[in-house]
């Protein structure tokens, strides 16, 4: 760690020209990790020529955020190409590649990677920080302003505390490093950031994703065998984007399904749901899964029609000849996986 800091430190000093970014459909984790390494590096070397590009715009609104309007929201791998920076730091991903559509190169860029993913498939770094925690941003507040002891930067607080809240669903899972996790929300609590404003901030719905939500609540089946399922027809999905629905507002609806409801229903404490993937063509269904901590591995179920995911929340894309299909595959993926 120690050897990390001091690497980290010489590769800040001898760049001039720095580029950081983060993964595609960035969630508040990823833009707030990123934001705060971009505005702690401009308060602390104000003489270096720095960028924040992503690619792609998060879901929320978050642009009451300190700094949110300096992100350019660009292709990653074509900035790379015309900027030729000489270091680029990724922060919420473990490759360069997470981090646009196109392949991205570093030409002849040195790499930082502060990430909190698992290890298992990451590239190459100059410097790479990941001691899994719940959020990147932690693990970027922990580094610069603990470790380092930089100067933060205005509007730090609702950046680190946005991050931390969105990536640990405020800190309802099991996390090793709790202790950290409560003394940096305590310093960004007596800092003046709220948990009330930023989660009501966060969690802002629109009519057409409650539409989705109404659907997959009137479709849902509690199965006598542990789990819960939804799905939502191809007929109305293409009705209802007929409407002028947006993509992302479907995605979102699904979202707050699974993450609030597909765990909850009677005593079931996993499920998934269904849903048509018409961007990838007639026939494409996608699968997301989830399960109460310790209750079933759902990583398992997933890989076995072809994605994967994390041992709670995974999910997968395949091909069916309808729904009822599609569901019965699931249905089978699930019987053929071993339960642990
Ligand atoms: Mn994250």
Same mark, same amino acid.
């Given at each position: 760690m120690e050897d990390q800091i001091f690497q980290l430190k010489k590769l800040l000093e001898d760049a001039e020209n720095i580029l950081v970014t983060s993964h595609i459909s960035p969630d508040p984790d990823a833009v707030c990790s990123s934001l705060l390494i971009y505005l702690a590096i401009k308060t602390n070397y104000p003489d270096k020529k720095i960028k924040l590009v992503l690619e792609e715009k998060p &879901?929320? %609104?978050? &642009?009451? !955020? @300190?700094?949110?309007? @300096?992100?350019e929201f660009v292709d990653v791998a074509e900035t790379l190409r015309q900027d030729n920076p000489d270091l680029v730091i990724v922060a919420?991903? $473990? *490759?360069?590649? =997470?981090? &646009? =559509?196109n392949p991205a190169e570093l030409h002849e860029a040195k790499l930082v990677i502060i990430d909190h993913h698992? +290890? %298992?498939?990451k590239d190459d770094a100059d410097v790479y920080v990941n001691? $899994?925690? +719940?959020a990147a941003t932690q693990e970027v507040y922990n580094l610069l302003?603990? *470790? !380092?002891g930089w100067t933060k930067p205005e509007g730090y607080q609702d950046i680190a505390l946005l991050g931390i809240l969105a990536d640990t669903f405020r800190f309802r899972y099991r996390n090793p490093l709790h202790r950290e996790t409560f003394r940096i929300v305590s310093d960004l609590l007596d800092a003046g950031a709220s948990i009330e404003v930023l989660e009501s901030k966060l969690n802002r719905y629109t009519k057409p994703q409650l539409e989705i939500l109404g659907h997959l609540a009137a479709n849902a089946v509690v199965t006598d065998q542990g789990f819960s399922y939804s799905w939502l027809y191809d007929e109305y999905v293409k009705d209802w984007l007929g409407k002028g629905n947006s993509v992302m507002d479907l995605k979102n609806g699904c979202e707050i399904f699974v993450n609030q409801f597909v765990r909850n229903l009677?005593?079931?404490?996993w499920g998934f749901i269904v849903y048509p993937d018409l961007a990838a063509g007639e026939g494409s269904y996608s699968v997301s899964f989830r399960s109460a901590s $310790?209750? =079933?591995?759902?990583q398992n179920i997933a890989k076995l029609l072809g994605g994967g995911g994390h041992v709670p929340a995974a999910g997968a894309k395949f091909q069916a000849a309808n729904m009822q299909e599609a569901i019965n595959k699931v249905l089978k993926a699930i019987e053929n996986t071993p339960d642990s």
């Open positions: &879901s929320n %609104d978050l &642009s009451f !955020l @300190q700094g949110y309007e @300096q992100i919420d991903a $473990g *490759k360069l590649n =997470r981090c &646009s =559509r698992e +290890p %298992d498939d001691n $899994g925690t +719940p302003f603990e *470790k !380092l009677n005593n079931n404490l $310790g209750v =079933r591995n759902v």
